[in-house]
């Protein structure tokens, strides 16, 4: 029972990182919730909160936010989701443009000569984020 109350907090405080950053990068919960035909905006709230979601509601989220958001969620299983509708052939310009963003988020974070845990948090987000696309590019 302890186990299962541990792994539940773990996916609530995930759950709550994941929709935190989706509201960041403009996300809205209103029209997230009708994207997982979700009637209550509050049960949102429950489920950041630790309350159990029913497992359609998961799939269904798993697939309306972004990849980068929904790898966060299913991180402890060691999976990463895949678009299914990438490209055949990979991006090779698509690539270079997703790892020089990330090379010059890097440097101009080290700009000012420091980095502090704002920047190291900053970066591992934005390292998700290009390990994700590099992997749909990869495997498409």
Do not use: Y
């Not at 405080?13 to 990068?25: I, N, S, T, V």
């Not at 690539?95 to 920047?119: I, L, N, P, Q």
Request: aromatic residues 4%; glycine residues 4%; charged residues 30%.
């Amino acid at each position: 029972m302890l186990r299962e109350t541990k792994i539940q907090q773990d996916f609530a405080q995930r759950l709550d990182d994941a929709l935190r950053l989706f509201e960041a990068e403009g996300g809205n919960l209103h029209d997230l919730c009708e994207r997982i035909d979700e009637k209550d905006i509050r049960n949102i709230g429950l489920w950041r909160k630790g309350q159990k979601m029913p497992a359609h509601t998961l799939v269904l989220l798993l697939g309306a936010l972004p990849r980068h958001l929904a790898d966060r969620l299913i991180r402890p299983s060691g999976l990463r989701l895949v678009c299914r509708e990438a490209a055949e052939q990979a991006n090779a310009l698509r690539a270079a443009s997703v790892t020089s963003a990330f090379s010059a988020d890097v440097a101009s974070r080290m700009a000012d000569g420091e980095w502090c845990h704002r920047d190291e948090a900053a970066a591992k987000d934005h390292a998700a984020r290009v390990i994700t696309e590099l992997q749909n590019i990869a495997e498409a």
